[in-house]
């Protein structure tokens, strides 16, 4: 049982390239999650989606795509990368609401913007 | 809007030690409230969760409390060993769809042999 498996561990980009963060789980979970850690600013949430074809913003979307055409992947895109989005990204998932289920997290992404 | 704050930042005890990891929060109306272990270099790893009509929460020797009339909720580790040492990062989840979490910045913890 993989839990949650993200793709790539680590990027080193360009400014204004872009690239796809893959996010897999395999525990059947309808909600899914990105989220950016960065020193003093403890985890933010990117976007997230509540099940298949959706998705909704979180508290620092710009900049940032997702997509979830199957329920077990969650893509996170990045455009035109900037310096500023320079960051560990992190994707999680957990079942419906209503289970005292936590949410469950991958081991991240370190990404750097050159 | 929902702000998670962890004091202190960082702590440093010898081992054996009983120890409290504080965290509060700015707006009552939670879902629940989760406390996380982070190792460095790796994701964050559910240590408890706390549901909102609860009080407390016990795993070994970790136990978490909730007081959501004062927005706190404490993380108490009995008998502290080196293996303890991580970040501990607070999370409070809404009652909104998505069960999103708003994160305290978390407390670094070393464990001294």
């Known amino acids: 049982n993989a839990g949650v498996t993200q793709t790539p561990k680590f990027r080193v980009l360009k400014t204004g390239q872009s690239m796809t963060l893959l996010c897999a789980q395999d525990?059947?979970?309808?909600?899914m999650y990105w989220y950016r850690q960065d020193p003093g600013m403890g985890l933010r949430l990117i976007h997230y989606?509540?099940?298949?074809?959706?998705?909704a913003k979180g508290e620092v979307p710009d900049g940032y795509n997702v997509s979830r055409l199957k329920k077990q992947n969650f893509l996170l895109g990045l455009e035109s990368a900037a310096p500023s989005q320079t960051s560990v990204y992190f994707c999680?998932?957990?079942?419906?609401?209503?289970?005292?289920?936590?949410?469950?997290f991958g081991d991240g992404t370190r990404l750097s913007i050159l | 809007k929902q702000e998670v704050t962890q004091i202190p930042a960082a702590l440093s005890v010898p081992e054996g030690e009983n120890l409290v990891l504080n965290c509060s929060f700015t707006?009552?109306?939670?879902?629940?409230l989760q406390w996380f272990r982070q190792d460095p270099g790796k994701g964050l790893t559910s240590l408890l969760l706390?549901?909102?009509?609860?009080r407390e929460q016990t795993s070994g020797r970790l136990n978490a409390s909730l007081d959501k009339s004062s927005g706190r909720s404490t993380l108490y580790i009995a008998a502290s060993q080196p293996g303890d040492s991580a970040t501990y990062l607070c999370?409070?989840?809404?009652?909104?769809?998505?069960?999103?979490?708003?994160f305290g910045e978390g407390t670094q913890l070393t464990v001294n042999p």
């Open positions: 999680a998932s957990s079942p419906l609401l209503g289970t005292s289920q936590p949410q469950h």
């Open positions: 525990m059947n979970h309808e909600y």
């Open positions: 989606s509540v099940g298949e074809g959706t998705t």
């Open positions: 707006d009552s109306a939670i879902y629940n």
């Open positions: 706390i549901q909102s009509s609860q």
């Open positions: 999370a409070v989840g809404r009652s909104s769809s998505g069960s999103r979490l708003t």
